[in-house]
């Protein structure tokens, strides 16, 4: 018996051994069935100098992308960018975007790519969350539609958020951590439209629709470096944390959707005041859920689970990319005349427009404003990765090279090098914040589309910050309507102070995160008005209450986990960011 289990033993230890170095070899010196002369960027020809720069993709993955596209981009050449998280990508030369964008989804897939490094099956709380596009229909019609109806909404819960988190004190300057701060703000404006008021003023909402949304993209990081025996085994301890926060939000969203349920008629029209006064997010779910046949789609958790998920695609990156705008501003050595241009172009459109200041017209016609964020963007872009997709014809695909890469691998082309490619932008390391606010034939990029300055959602070869091509993101209407609003408001409400340095972008992988730990200081400006903001009102609508809670009781209410949630893990990940975020080899300057 003892003999037994002393072999058992033996054997499990072999197996284990055996296992992990198999995934040595496939994270560090497989090719991935990828053809054996591509060359890697940073990487020479040996199996070792290719597992170094592997190694080093997890924390260097900037210096690896710029040696890999003037090396080869710039020279018509295709290479393979190393991912020791997602493992190896394939780089087309910029002139060969046509082909990678006429490609059929059912040949190269782009939502792929998304899930894979989401880890959505694991992350995503339901699969059909990802996978199908209920979530892009609400987002291109009713969210983008109906942007000028909650534009003076926006702009008040911009204002009463502002005034929670930076005050209104005129006289002394406020040192603000400016990403927690911007983090409630983002999260205020966009759960207004989203599910309305007075939810998304509660402090408990918020704290778990911010935080899913923050943390999220770290457990997926998490579970992409665990190998794929332990995923099963670990995976539901690291999505713990996010899964609490969900319960959270359930327990706050499946009463409005029982509510809002109980009164549903079919057919009629979410904007017909007779029938409903809702107009969120909660009720096109429904109509969605109901104009197709899928019972599935009608319950209060998979309009719950979509919802959270929309909070995280909204919420973070917008969040990300005025954190990043406002330290741009703060560090650049022309911070007051930047500040001072952007209010003069607001003061005079909204001057023009009484009554409609905020409509989409007129943030339409703030081009600094406009310019001052996608100049940001062109530098901070916070995924590397312009277009990315995965081989999903059974049979693999040749590219134009005449190479063939297998079922299963990636090819795209990375933002980051012609983002920053002194050709494309001339001082291209710098912040420019008006550098696309010339009319199109001054144009540095030599784009030739009409004779007025981009727009923040017009994406093209050499400005990818929400992708390209037909899966560009399809909420940045909302994201670019959301972050005029805010940037207006906060130049015309506070000073920001200059700074002698910006904070550096730490990468993880290919994702670029914001400073999350530096402040900045601010101060109220003189005779700006200040908003009262009273304490959060109760989340459900009083009638809600006078309910027979008889009618609830079918409702499944997701069960609370036992366990606390691990804000120790989350703590510590952070920290460890933190420790390697000097790793960063040359930093941007802003001029
Ligand atoms: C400044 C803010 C934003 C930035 C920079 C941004 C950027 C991006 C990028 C780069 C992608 C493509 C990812 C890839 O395929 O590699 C993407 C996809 C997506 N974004 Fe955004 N986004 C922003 C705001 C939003 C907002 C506000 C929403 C929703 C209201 C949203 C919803 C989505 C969705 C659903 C996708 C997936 C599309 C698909 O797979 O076809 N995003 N976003």
Not at 436 to 453: L, Q
Request: glycine share 4%; net charge neutral.
């Amino acid at each position: 018996m003892l003999l037994s289990t002393i072999n058992m033993s033996w054997c499990l230890a072999v197996i284990l051994i055996i296992y992990f170095m198999y995934y040595i070899w496939c994270r560090f010196f497989s090719l991935h069935g990828l053809p054996a002369n591509l060359p890697w960027a940073g990487a020479g020809n040996s199996p070792l100098s290719r597992a170094r720069i592997i190694r080093k993709s997890l924390f260097g993955l900037r210096e690896i992308i710029q040696d890999g596209y003037y090396k080869y981009s710039k020279n018509e050449q295709v290479f393979v960018l190393p991912n020791l998280a997602t493992g190896p990508e394939v780089i087309l030369p910029m002139s060969q975007m046509k082909w990678l964008l006429e490609q059929p989804d059912h040949v190269l897939n782009q939502n792929e790519v998304n899930s894979e490094f989401l880890h959505a099956e694991r992350t995503m709380l339901h699969p059909h969350v990802i996978r199908d596009t209920v979530h892009g229909h609400i987002i291109r019609r009713e969210l983008t539609k109906d942007l000028d109806n909650y534009a003076e909404a926006a702009v008040e819960e911009i204002q009463h958020a502002l005034n929670n988190v930076w005050g209104s004190n005129t006289q002394d300057w406020k040192d603000v951590p400016l990403y927690d701060t911007l983090l409630e703000v983002i999260g205020r404006i966009s759960n207004r439209v989203l599910v309305g008021l007075p939810l998304c003023r509660d402090k408990d909402y918020l704290r778990s629709t911010t935080t899913f949304a923050r943390s999220v993209v770290i457990t997926a990081g998490m579970i992409n470096l665990l190998p794929p025996m332990l995923r099963p085994i670990l995976g539901p301890l690291i999505t713990a944390y996010d899964k609490s926060h969900y319960r959270n939000i359930a327990k706050h969203i499946f009463p409005i959707v029982g509510e809002r349920m109980a009164n549903f008629k079919p057919g009629l029209d979410y904007r017909n005041p007779d029938y409903s006064k809702h107009n969120d997010y909660i009720q096109w779910a429904l109509h969605d859920a109901f104009s197709h046949n899928d019972p599935a789609e009608r319950t209060p958790e998979m309009i719950t689970k979509r919802l959270t998920v929309l909070s995280f695609a909204a919420i973070q990156s917008s969040v990300i990319t005025i954190t990043n705008v406002l330290f741009d501003i703060a560090a650049s050595s022309r911070c007051e005349q930047i500040q001072d241009s952007l209010r003069e172009e607001i003061n005079s459109v909204i001057a023009e427009k009484p009554g409609q200041e905020w409509r989409r017209a007129s943030l339409n016609a703030m081009n600094r404003v406009d310019s001052a964020l996608r100049e940001s963007m062109r530098l901070w872009g916070f995924i590397s990765r312009g277009v990315m997709k995965k081989v999903v014809a059974p049979g693999g695909v040749d590219i134009p090279s005449g190479d063939h890469l297998p079922y299963g691998s990636k090819v795209g082309v990375t933002s980051y090098g012609i983002h920053h490619d002194e050709s494309a932008y001339p001082n291209a390391l710098h912040y420019d914040p008006f550098r696309f606010a010339a009319p199109s034939e001054k144009r540095p990029d030599g784009e030739k589309s009409a004779n007025k300055p981009f727009n923040l959602v017009t994406t093209t070869d050499n400005w990818m910050a929400f992708s390209h091509g037909r899966h560009a993101c399809p909420g940045r209407w909302f994201a670019a309507n959301q972050l005029k609003l805010l940037l207006s408001q906060i130049v015309l409400n506070y000073d920001i102070e200059s700074i002698p340095e910006r904070p550096q972008n730490p990468w993880i992988n290919n994702t670029v995160g914001p400073p999350i730990w530096s402040t900045l200081r601010i101060r109220r400006r003189p005779n700006t008005a200040s908003i009262e903001c009273p304490e959060a009102p109760p989340t459900l609508s009083p009638s809600f209450f006078e309910k027979d809670p008889k009618d609830l009781s079918s409702f499944p209410f997701p069960q609370r986990d036992s366990r606390r949630p691990s804000t120790f893990l989350d703590a510590k990940l952070l920290q460890h960011l933190a420790s390697t975020a000097h790793e960063i080899a040359s930093p941007i300057t802003v001029s």
